[in-house]
Every structure is written in C-alpha cells, then in structure tokens.
C-alpha cells in the first residue's frame, strides 16, 4: 500500500470533548471515559475565538464522555451554535439517557435556537446500559424536531436475537435515520484493552448480521488503497477491522489538517487517539490567543505513531 483514504473530503472537523465522565459502564469504551477527572467548567470564549479564527464551515462534534450529563449542556450548544458560520453543522454524540422530560426540554431549547444551522444527534444503544424503551422513546423526540440522524447500535454476540429485533423496530420507525449494527469494537489505543477485537469476529460469523449490514456505512467498500504497482482497490471500515489492517503507523496523516480534537480543559490535539493517549502532550490551548494561531497557521501532515486507528478513515495516508 502506498496510500489510503476516502474520495469524499469531509467539512473541516473539530471535535471537542465536552466531559470525561459518563453515567454508561461499557465494557468496549473503559478507558474512554474517566469519572475520576475533573471537569473544568465550561467556558465558550476559547471555542469562540477558535472557530473565528478558522473562518471556514465546520462539522462540530460535540462529545464525551456522555456530553448531556454536563450541567452546561445547553450553554455550550448555544454559544456553539452562536459561534458556527452558516453552512456548519452540529452534530452531538450521546447514548440517549436522559429522562424523557429533561430530553425533550433540551430539544425545544436547541430548536429554537439553530435558527439557519442544522443540529443532529448521533445516537447509541448501548444494550447492556438501557432499556430499549427509554431509549425508543427519546429517538421519537428528536426525530420529531428533524434531529436524529444516526443510531449506531452496539452489537455483542451473545444478545444477538434482541439485539437484532431492536434494529428491525428502530428501521422500520425511522425509515429516513441511518441505522447501523456496530460491532462493539474497542477504539482504545491501549494494547491491554478488553477483547479489542472479539466482537467483529463474531460478528462476521453471524450470517444475518451481516446480512442486515451490508449496505452500512461501515460496511461499504469506500475507501480507496493505492499499491505500489499501479493498482488500486476499495475497502470498507469492517474490512480493516477483521483483517487487522486498520494500523497507519510510520504513513503521513492528513488528520493533522483536517481536524482539531480539543479537550474539555482547552487543550488540542492533532487526531482521536491522541485525546486518550496519556504519554501524548497537548500541542496548545485554546485558551491562549497567541498559540491557538500559531497552531492554526502550522496545520499540516503528522506522521502516525499509533498502531490501531479506529474511526477516523476518511483522512488520507500516504508515504
Ligand atoms: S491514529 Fe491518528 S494519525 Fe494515525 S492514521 Fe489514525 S487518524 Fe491518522
């Protein structure tokens, strides 16, 4: 391979973390959530000056941690939704566990207040967390305000029968909402992470799950490898996770100009992994002016010094 990436460029991405903490205890996510930090509070001027100083449309990820447990929620979406140019868009990661009445408070808020810019929330099913229900009931609340556009939900082998009749529901309800099946793999870049890949070897063994993938985001073979000899093939997310073949250690990465992934303290790093990566220094602050353009003015390639990553495809990888 001599290089690696989607076709499709993306809306320059920045991700922010918004918490640590999480109120779920999945197996597959340990240590990518931490309850014991202490998270600082809130404070939207960084993120303001940062998106000024982009000045170019943005896909905002806001996430966690379980970013609705965080008592300014609501405060951050706003000053977010206040900063973004007009073609931006919002898109809030979250497993959905806030109370029915609590949600659909937050939706009226968050409705009234995107005005021209469009908010999505991109769901989770973690099924060993939740009742299906309560997790039912909020999808039909967001989806009544036009913002549910994603529900990922999280597979495990031996619940596959409710698992699967879950999806069925959820498909046929909400026709128009990209619904996948995800198998639960571990995105930490910790090698003793729990069974890191178990989940997407049973999950090529199950026929019918497979079956109900095929035409998942994950599953479609859009990812473009170049070899060495001229040729080219495509691949999909799922592919590269089964073959091991998800590791771009020593290529080039065009994350380091296609998005900043900032933590709920200000700091901000180059790629997802960095985030959860300990030994990893943070390259700047948001807080500081100064270095927060010096830092937008250096956006260029980074060299990959991780061996698994997990999510972020699209960026292209080359020598
Ligand atoms: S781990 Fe980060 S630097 Fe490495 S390939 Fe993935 S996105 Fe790029």
Redesign the pocket.
């Known amino acids: 391979m001599i290089s690696f990436g989607s076709e499709e460029r993306d809306l320059f991405c920045v991700d922010y973390r918004l918490t640590s903490k999480c109120n779920y205890n999945c197996w597959y996510c340990t240590d990518m959530h931490n309850n014991d930090r202490k998270d600082d509070q809130f404070e939207i001027k960084g993120l303001q000056n940062l998106i000024k100083a982009l000045n170019r449309d943005i896909r905002f990820f806001l996430y966690g941690g379980e970013p609705t447990i965080h008592p300014d929620f609501l405060y951050a979406v706003e000053g977010i939704l206040d900063a973004l140019e007009r073609n931006s868009i919002l898109e809030i990661q979250t497993n959905l566990s806030v109370k029915k009445e609590k949600f659909q408070f937050f939706c009226d808020r968050i409705n009234g207040h995107r005005k021209t810019r469009p908010v999505f929330f991109l769901t989770s099913y973690h099924y060993t967390e939740c009742d299906f229900e309560d997790f039912f009931n909020n999808c039909v609340i967001a989806n009544r305000y036009k913002m549910l556009d994603q529900i990922a939900v999280m597979y495990q082998d031996d619940y596959r029968t409710d698992i699967i009749k879950n999806l069925k529901i959820l498909r046929k309800i909400f026709p128009k909402v990209k619904t996948e099946l995800l198998p639960l793999l571990c995105g930490s870049v910790k090698e003793n992470s729990p069974r890191p890949y178990e989940d997407i070897d049973k999950f090529y063994n199950c026929p019918e799950a497979l079956n109900l993938s095929k035409n998942d985001f994950s599953f479609i073979d859009r990812l473009r490898v170049n070899y060495c000899d001229g040729t080219h093939s495509y691949v999909s997310s799922a592919y590269l996770w089964k073959n091991r073949q998800n590791s771009?250690n020593g290529?080039l990465?065009d994350?380091g100009k296609e998005r900043i992934v900032i933590d709920s303290n200000g700091d901000c790093y180059r790629?997802?992994?960095q985030i959860f990566d300990e030994t990893q220094k943070a390259e700047h602050n948001i807080f500081s002016k100064k270095e927060c353009l010096d830092f937008l003015q250096n956006m260029k390639s980074?060299t990959?010094t991780?061996d698994k990553?997990f999510f972020?495809f699209n960026?292209y990888?080359y020598y």
């Open positions: 771009f290529m990465c994350v790629c997802f992994n980074i990959c991780y990553c972020d960026h990888r």
